[in-house]
Each structure stands twice: as C-alpha cells, then as structure tokens.
C-alpha cells in the first residue's frame, strides 16, 4: 500500500511540475508580444515577480484560463452609425434632376446669342439651345432684335439633355401646337372664321389660318370654276378636317355659308321651300342653301299611299322645322302637324298651305304643352 502511495504522490507532482513550466511559457510569451505594441499595457501581465507566492493550484488554474476561447468583440459601424441628412440629399437630387423632358413647355430667359441660334436659360445645368430655324413661325432674320438678352421666353424642349447637359428648345415647335389646340377647338364649336386665299393650285386654293396652311378644295368654293382669280380675297370658312398629326387643314366655303344658314334656323319655325327630289322614304325641299328632309312619316296623319299624291317635284310648300342638327348638316321637316284632321292635306292641300302659318302657330302650342307635361 505504502508504495502505491508513493506512486500516485509522483504522479501528482509531475503534473503539477508539467502544469507550471507550461504556465511559465505562456506569461514569457505575453511578455514578448506587449513589446512590439505601440502602447504598451502592463495591465494582466505576468513576471516572475508575478508569480512568486503561487501555488501550484494558481498555475493550473491560469493554465486552464488561458485555454478557454475568449468572444471576439466586433468593431464594424452600423448604417445607423453614420450621420446622415436628407434634407441636404434631397436638395442634391434636385440640383441634379434633369431640367426638360420632350414635349415639356418651359419659361426661361435669352442670356446669349449665336449666328445659327439662341441660348436660354431654363434653370438647367446648362442652358437650352434654340436653332435659328425654331425660333418662330414666319423667317427671323435679326434674332437680337426678335429675342434681346434678358427676355422671357415660353419654349417647347425638342430633345432631352445631350452628355453636357444642353436640351434642344423651340418657339416654333410650341406656336404650332397652340396653333392646332386652337384651331381644333373653334372646329369642335363649329365655328365659321375668316381667311384671306394666298395661293392656288389645280386641287384648290391655299390659306393661312393662326399660322397654319390650310386647304380649300374647289369643290367646297362657291366659284369653284374661277379659284384662281379668288386668290387674295378673304372669304369665310368651315371646318372639313383638321388632324394635327398629318397636318391636314381643309376648310370648306360652301360648309360656312350653311353654318351661315343654320344660325338663322330654329325648331318650330315654319320655312318655305320648294321640293328639288322624290325619294322612296321621303322629300328632300331645297330652304334657300340649305336642304331639308320631309320624311313620309311626317307628310300626313292619313293614309298615303303614293308620295306623289302629296307633293310633285318643282313645287314650293311649307313646312315646320322639327329637327335641326347644324353640325350633320340635317333639318328633319313637318307637314302633318299643320291638318287640322289626319289626310286633310291630301284632300285640301291648298287651304292647309294658305293657312299654314296660324296652323303653325296652333301646333307650337300643343308641342310646347306636351314638352310642359312631360317635364
């Protein structure tokens, strides 16, 4: 037993003996690094003078600590770390945000000139060139004087930014297009305007019209056989046709001068007219100008059985406006409603004729009752 206890007591003291040369290396090898930095820390170093008094259990127990993993600590900054202002990045953005999209309209001012254009300031990076060709409608010869520097000018941009920032910009391009909104408008209100002939050619005569060129074929001239000897007069016109995208403007003299007729039309009135054609559905009656329609529905209230028995063609009658559409170039007329009792125009055409016009009145006032009866 006794040498067993002996050879358990070596073991533990060659352990122990083992544990602390190795605790020995370790602090020599601290020492060796705190050397070679910059600022060098005393703080947990170990020296021998350190390490009088340990016992061997202090070793072990330092060598054990040694062992352990230590956390590394990390050092990298968040995004949130970093100081940020949006105002100031959104104010950059918008110094850098392209000034002038094609099609835009833009406000600027003439800061320079050239032999072939302009330069406008339109609040870009650089200012906006305007060829001499797209400084307006009619020829420019003299730009400073038609643009001085220092005049504000509404410009149309062409083409968007080039590499150095520069966008293309026109007068011309911008008058045209006010041009056509204009024009399409005084179409859509059906408007009759002025316009003085400046050319002529086999088709028609040319016109200008808010600076565009317009068409006026000889059909729709009323001396379509002389146009040429028209050119030079002002003359009133409709619209035919008005199409920005083909450029297409023709007008028409004969639509203006039935604007010119409708104008003086109303529902209810009772017109004068002579019966110029004979339709299977009804009368066409010419109204000075302007041609009416008297549909066989509208003729009598009695049975009729043949058109002819109504109306011959040549014949001058009268009848009510009860339908008038200016812009179809349509006016729907009546005869029936001027009987006293249905089929009394067939049989006593010219007494319901003679007395058309207190008949006329007596039928407005029972169409103006049925509109009061109804509403």
Known sequence: MAILHISKKEEEDRRL?????????????????????????????????????????????????????????????????????????????????????????????????????????????????????????????ELKTRFPKGIEVQVLVTREQNADGMVTISCRALALRQAWEKVRQLEKDGKVVQVKLTGFNRGGCTCDLEGLRGFIPRSQLEDGENHEALVGKTIGVAFLEVNPETRKLVLSEKKASTSAKFANLEVGQLVSGQVVSLKPYGFFVDLGGVSGLLHQSSITGGALRDLREAFETGETIQALIMELDPGRGRIGLNTALLENQPGELLVDKAKVMKEAEDRANRARNMIRQKEQSAG
Do not use: W
């Open 17 to 141: 003996k083992e544990a602390a040369e190795q605790a020995a290396v370790e602090a020599k090898a601290q020492v060796a690094a705190s050397k070679v930095q910059p600022k060098p820390s005393f703080e947990g170093r170990s020296t021998s003078n350190d390490m009088e008094g340990l016992t061997m259990a202090d070793l072990l127990g330092a060598a054990e600590k040694k062992r352990e993993p230590q956390a590394v600590s990390s050092s990298r900054r968040q995004v949130d770390d970093f100081d940020f202002d949006e105002e100031a990045f959104l104010a950059a953005l918008d110094e850098n945000e392209p000034i002038g999209a094609t099609g835009d309209v833009v406000t600027g001012t003439v800061i320079a000139h050239e032999s072939d254009g302009i330069y406008v300031d339109i609040g870009g990076k650089a200012p906006g060139f305007m060829p001499k060709a797209e400084c307006g409608l009619g020829v420019i010869t």
